[in-house]
């Protein structure tokens, strides 16, 4: 069983313009989370996906950033018009469907880290 | 709400010694809380969790951790601490819609 996949693991973006992480979850899982990770300010959580539904996405910057996970395919995290500050490493991670999803571990995959120049 | 407090961002200790990562939390309803250790340039992998159970939990590699509710505490111990243990460890709740993680915890271990 293949684990989380994340695509591409580097990316590299020039201001304005358009970044997209993309997130296999292993097979399965029905639950997709993404965080940012900066360095020294530990992992934050942005969204918390289910299948063509959005759970929580109290931790998305209200503006540029958007997030699905479609019934097929990826989830992808989209960024638009990105600035330096974007710059960061994103992790995604996946979690099976449980009636206590908070209670399961979540597997995250390598994640994909932007730079923004 | 939730949140989640790791003393210390950077611990160093010597290889055979005990391994002691502190790790409060808060939350209002019975929480889950869960240790990850992340490698460098890959991604986190659970150590362990508390889903109330047992209070004292054994994860993987050795390392271990006890819920003691009346602190809020959930602290990592490992008693002989091995090179490969560097890494970073992160303390997380869930509860409330999410997993809230902590800042990490940086652990050195010196030849």
């Known amino acids: 069983n293949a684990g989380v996949m994340q695509n591409p693991r580097h990316l590299v973006r020039r201001r304005g313009q358009e970044a997209r992480l993309r997130c296999s979850p292993m097979k399965g899982h029905s639950h997709v989370y993404w965080y940012r990770q900066l360095p020294e300010e530990g992992l934050k959580f942005m969204v918390y996906?289910?299948?063509?539904?959005?759970?929580?996405e109290s931790g998305m910057p209200k503006e540029r950033f958007s997030a699905e996970f479609p019934k097929e395919g990826p989830s992808i995290l989209r960024i638009q018009q990105v600035v330096r500050g974007d710059s960061a490493a994103y992790f995604c991670a996946s979690s099976p469907p449980s009636t206590d999803p908070l209670g399961e571990t979540q597997y995250f995959g390598p994640g994909t880290r932007l730079l923004v120049l | 709400a939730q949140s989640v407090t790791q003393l210390g961002s950077h611990v160093s200790v010597s290889e055979g010694a005990l391994v002691l990562l502190r790790c409060n939390y808060s939350?209002?309803?019975?929480?889950?809380l869960f240790w990850y250790v992340q490698y460098p340039n890959q991604g986190l992998q659970l150590l362990l969790k508390?889903?109330?159970?047992?209070?004292l939990v054994k994860g993987i590699n050795g390392f271990e951790a006890e819920f003691k509710k009346s602190e809020t505490s959930f602290h990592l111990t490992k008693p002989s601490a091995h090179m490969s243990d560097a890494a970073e460890y992160f303390c997380a709740v869930g509860g409330y819609q999410k997993v809230t993680f902590g800042i990490g915890t940086k652990l050195q271990v010196i030849p």
């Open positions: 508390y889903t109330s159970a047992a209070t």
């Open positions: 939350s209002s309803v019975p929480p889950y």
């Open positions: 996906l289910q299948k063509e539904n959005i759970i929580d």
